[in-house]
């Protein structure tokens, strides 16, 4: 594989033919940035969801879960800022007709510079070996420097033209860092515009302006309005959190780049109420605690990294990102947002209504401040598919495509195969199945040789792989092959659970946080 694109094209081909991931209404051609998840995509997700949602209500018994509708009152989004300013600043390259997002088109500028500087480096370790000071090397190589001074230069002048809401400054910066597009090699770019990115649509049979209403673009904001019902009926004391899972829907201006960006997408959000003063503490917590989830899965650290926000949105006293690099770049995966009290404070101006916390220990009372952990379920998806998807070449010269995903996350857990179809093993086979499927998710397949059945399973990302022979009706034991390092070991049918299980059971991340 070559470049990057490449990657992305291979594992959206694989996701497809794997029943993974389908682009939606296929047969009418498609419909742009929405997608479908099939029979091994659904397991995938569910199980992505199940680690988050446990990760989070099961293990702090301060957090507890919700379910808020997707609708909401239209005076919601007044009060969240989202009628007015969740916008994009968007521009278009006249000649190729494209059209980007004016802070992305900067931010990968930036991030080229940032590139040049981690080659620097790189050239300066293999240079001084041993003796190799890197702290003093990027503050006194001369092409680091530079490097360091433009981004700077490029980061201040973006901030103050998105602070100030100057869409022409932002333009001309485009312009002074003479950014190309992609598409066209050319600058020749139109004014930058805002565009909403709220779907809007009526409620009942009446339109007219008062009775529009919105498909949520967060999940956030079902939580914040019911945060008094929750304190209450599940009589939580701050600190105290909140999670819900759901879906969410924005008009991406940009969707490209498979289920990255989708028009519908799902969330998985948990809003942490505290006292105001402590959102330092606890926004340091939750990076780390975050992050926690994450490695606990096992993919190669040099995957994750953390971004700060150069803007901070409306709402935010410190945010950052955790970022993952995708087949297309490192990008954000997971928000981290330290969001004070301005979610609970503005939908107690618009609707007019005390949301506030009484401190029984002050006898006083208070709007609490707001930790926010927010990550895309799809993004997430796409964070495991990728990094698990391999074409590993073998050593007797063939290639297989396996899909090394988290055991405890795999669809299916373990394949049961009848080594051949005749001498009862088919009988036997599905004996040992039936009592598996039980608490495992498993797959009968007795199609094929057998050498193709497990690369079939690799291809899924199945962990386990039991085959049934003459030795299990003479002696009562299975082959046991283990997708990573496609050892076989033989055991006794009774252990084949116990040591499936081992591997595969959810509280094998979860014991890990
Ligand atoms: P981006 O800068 O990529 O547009 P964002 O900063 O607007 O993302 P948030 O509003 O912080 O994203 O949303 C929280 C999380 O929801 C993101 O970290 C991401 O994982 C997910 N997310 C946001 N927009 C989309 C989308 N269009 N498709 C899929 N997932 C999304």
């Known amino acids: 594989m070559s470049t990057n694109e490449d990657k992305l094209k291979t594992l959206i081909g694989h996701a497809k033919e794997y029943g993974y991931v389908f682009q939606s209404s296929e047969i009418y051609d498609g419909l742009s940035a929405t997608y ?15 680690y988050w949602w446990e990760a989070m209500t099961k293990l702090n018994d301060n957090i507890v879960g919700l379910d808020a509708a997707i609708f909401m009152h239209p005076l919601t989004w007044k009060a969240s800022g989202h009628v007015d300013a969740f916008n994009d600043p968007l521009i278009d390259n006249k000649d190729s007709k494209k059209r980007y997002r004016a802070d992305v088109l900067l931010e990968e500028h930036i991030g080229k510079y940032a590139d040049k500087i981690e080659k620097e480096v790189e050239k300066g370790r293999k240079k001084f070996g041993e003796a190799f000071d890197e702290a003093q090397f990027r503050a006194t190589n001369p092409n680091v420097k530079r490097a360091q001074e433009r981004i700077d230069a490029v980061v201040s002048r973006m901030k103050a033209a998105l602070d100030a809401n100057d869409l022409a400054a932002l333009r001309q910066l485009i312009i002074d860092e003479e950014i190309k597009c992609p598409i066209s090699g050319t600058g020749n770019w139109t004014d930058v515009r805002q565009f909403n990115l709220m779907f809007a ?11 529009t209403i919105y498909l949520r673009p967060e999940t956030a904001q ?33 969707a490209r780049q498979f289920i990255f960006r989708m028009r519908e997408f799902e969330q998985m959000e948990m809003q942490f109420f505290i006292k105001p003063g402590t959102q330092k503490e606890w926004y340091d917590y939750w990076k780390t605690k975050r992050m926690e989830w994450h490695r606990a899965l096992g993919l190669p650290a040099e995957n994750y ?8 949105a409306h709402y935010a006293d410190a945010a950052c990102d955790i970022e993952f690099k995708f087949p297309m770049g490192f990008k954000e995966l997971e928000g981290i947002h330290s969001r004070t009290d301005f979610d609970l404070g503005n939908h107690e101006k618009f609707s007019g209504k005390k949301l506030r916390y009484f401190d029984t220990e002050t006898n006083e009372s208070h709007v609490p401040y707001v930790l926010e952990t927010s990550i895309g379920l799809d993004r997430m998806f796409l964070a495991i598919l990728s990094a698990a998807y391999e074409e590993e070449k073998l050593e007797n010269g063939e290639t ?23 001498d009862g093993l088919p009988g036997k086979a599905r004996a040992i199945f039936d009592i598996l499927k039980l608490d495992l998710n498993c797959q009968y397949d007795e199609k094929d040789s057998i050498g193709k059945r497990y690369r079939r399973q690799d291809a899924i990302g199945t962990p386990y792989c039991i085959t049934i022979d003459d030795k299990t009706i003479a002696h009562g034991t299975v082959t046991i092959r283990e997708r990573d390092s496609m050892q076989q070991e033989t055991v006794p049918v009774a252990e084949v659970q116990r040591i499936v299980n081992e591997k595969v059971d959810l509280r094998r991340l979860l014991e890990q946080l």
């Open 36 to 50: 479908d998840y099939g029979p091994y995509g659904v397991e995938l997700k569910n199980n992505i969801r199940r």
């Open 201 to 211: 649509t009526e409620l009942g049979s009446v339109s007219g302006e008062s009775s």
């Open 222 to 254: 079902g939580i914040f309005v019911n945060f008094l019902n929750v304190q209450k009926s599940a009589r939580m004391k701050i600190p105290f959190g909140i999670a819900q899972t759901g879906k969410a829907f924005r008009n991406e201006i940009v």
């Open 305 to 312: 990294r953390f971004h700060d926000h150069i803007k901070l």
């Open 400 to 422: 297989r495509e396996v899909l090394r995903i988290p055991a405890p996350l795999a669809p299916v857990k373990v394949a049961v195969l009848p080594l051949i179809k005749k």
